[in-house]
T-cell receptor, first 112, second 115 residues
Framework: TQLLEQSPQFLSIQEGENLTVYCNSS?????LQWYRQEPGEGPVLLVT?????EVKKLKRLTFQFGDARKDSSLHITAAQPGDTGLYLC????????????FGTGTSLTVIP | ETGVTQSPTHLIKTRGQQVTLRCSSQ?????VSWYQQALGQGPQFIFQ???????GRGNFPPRFSGLQFPNYSSELNVNALELDDSALYLC??????????????FGSGTRLTVV
């Protein structure tokens, strides 16, 4: 069972455009992570957010954790072909602790 | 650091058979988690091992079982394979208490096809 729903499921944009990916849940998370996965590889951690309302920036990527810690967003500015991949959010549930449950994923394709 | 290595990379089995997948954790990591990932979907949590004991399990039937060894390497065993078990199986290692601070280190996965 997926606790986290991501939208959109698929996204195809031109190089240079901006985009936002959303991660939503009815559950409250003690922390949330974003990963990027390329074909044939395992996911690679991009960022961890812990505090409600927290905003983190990683070059052209901006991550935000919702005030209620139930949702998150990833915004990419001036997308590049190298950003192509499957973006995954993963939430750490208060009840389970130390175990992260992944979202449904957003497949991003940036066209040169 | 040697990262997380999984073997085999690809595997084809027949429905009803049993399979064992192997994972060698990143050096210094004492916790290992296994995930099942269908094509184009997010990974589904199977279970986690810490100090050779299962300390968390997702919504998977008992025919999915695991082991962690003293050197922190791990196995995932699946009995009575079904067609729906076809997926990419990912192993992820972390320090205990570390996933929040350092995230998981994933292997490249084992692609299992059940025919």
């Amino acid at each position: 069972t997926q606790l986290l729903e991501q939208s959109p499921q698929f996204l195809s944009i031109q190089e240079g455009e901006n985009l936002t990916v959303y991660c939503n849940s009815s559950s409250v998370f003690s922390s949330l992570q974003w990963y990027r996965q390329e074909p044939g590889e395992g996911p690679v951690l991009l960022v961890t957010v812990v505090t409600g309302g927290e905003v983190k920036k990683l070059k052209r990527l901006t991550f935000q954790f919702g005030d209620a810690r139930k949702d998150s967003s990833l915004h990419i500015t001036a997308a590049q072909p190298g950003d192509t991949g499957l973006y995954l959010c993963a939430g750490e549930n208060f009840d389970t602790g130390n175990q992260f449950y992944f979202g449904t994923g957003t497949s991003l394709t940036v066209i040169p | 650091e040697t990262g997380v290595t999984q073997s085999p990379t690809h595997l084809i089995k027949t429905r009803g058979q049993q399979v064992t997948l192997r994972c060698s954790s990143q050096s210094g990591h004492n916790t290992v988690s296994w995930y099942q990932q269908a094509l184009g979907q997010g990974p589904q949590f199977i279970f986690q091992y810490y100090r050779e004991e299962e300390n968390g399990r997702g919504n998977f039937p008992p025919r999915f079982s695991g082991l962690q060894f003293p050197n922190y390497s791990s196995e995932l065993n699946v009995n009575a394979l079904e067609l729906d078990d076809s997926a990419l199986y990912l192993c992820a290692s972390s320090l205990a208490g570390g996933p929040r601070d350092y995230g998981y280190t994933f292997g490249s996965g084992t692609r299992l096809t059940v025919v």
